[in-house]
């Protein structure tokens, strides 16, 4: 942190929470702009030809799948998803893919199960979901600010997790709940990331009338704010140039 100070004149950060974590842990002077999320997601516009584009049943509910973007992540969630899509035959789960994974590797973690497997329209597919499964990481923010409901799912290798609980003093791992510090989604981390956890969790979602996961995503986006963090902060360096 020395070495930050020593050499950054100003920080400008785009989660609440590193404002808190610099400013009061480091006395660090520290701008929150916004997330660069909020000028893509509130504007993306409904694209009403994805479903019959992508050949899906338009009469059964869609679950979307993130599974995560690195290999090691999506060879350790993806089959516990695909356990899970057996036990809903009158939904379609659709993964969505990370553009650096050949669609081979995932059919052979699918295997005789026909998942639709969707390349660059992640938006698109979230904005048609009535639930997801999404691995811990950007896509659980995503995914809120779609106002998609949602749980996130988190598996390691055991060295890593006991590495990361001996290091990391976090209560939650989706940034979601660590923006509201609240555990507006529920985390299914290691051991309790089970077939049979999720397949009841994905019904209690699914079905559930409770609003309050909805409420706290509204909170979201008013914490997130309205746009415009590029142009903020360019705007704050100006400005500290000149003076």
């Not at 698109?124 to 949602?150: C, I, M, N, W, Y």
């Not at 940034?175 to 981390?189: C, P, Q, R, Y």
């Not at 609003?211 to 986006?221: D, V």
């Not at 704050?236 to 140039?241: E, G, H, M, Q, S």
């Amino acid at each position: 942190m020395q070495k930050i100070k020593k050499f950054i004149d100003s920080l400008y950060v785009i989660l609440p929470f590193e404002k808190t974590f610099f400013e009061e842990k480091h006395k660090f002077k520290v701008h929150y702009v916004g997330h660069p999320l909020m000028d893509y997601i509130p504007s993306h516009q409904e694209n009403k030809k994805f479903l019959s584009a992508n050949l899906m049943d338009e009469s059964k509910p869609i679950i979307a799948l993130l599974p995560g973007s690195r290999i090691q992540e999506i060879k350790k969630m993806l089959p516990v998803f695909v356990q899970v899509a057996r036990k809903f035959p009158n939904h379609q789960f659709v993964i969505a893919a990370a553009p650096s994974v050949n669609q081979k590797y995932y059919n052979h973690l699918t295997r005789n199960i026909p998942l639709k497997i969707i390349y660059g329209a992640t938006y698109d597919l979230l904005q048609h979901s009535k639930a997801a499964l999404v691995t811990s990481g950007t896509a659980t923010l995503e995914t809120a600010l779609f106002r998609v409901p949602q749980l996130v799912c988190y598996r390691s290798s055991y060295l890593n997790y006991w590495i990361a609980k001996r290091i990391l003093k976090i209560k939650y791992i989706s940034l979601v709940n660590l923006i509201l510090d609240n555990e507006a989604v529920l985390e299914l981390i290691q051991g309790e990331c089970n077939s049979k956890r999720l397949v009841k969790e994905l019904k209690n979602l699914i079905n559930s009338k409770d609003k309050t996961q909805q409420e706290r995503y509204k909170i979201l986006f008013s914490i997130l704010g309205s746009g415009g963090a590029i142009e903020k902060t360019a705007d704050l360096i100006y400005k500290a140039t000149i003076n």
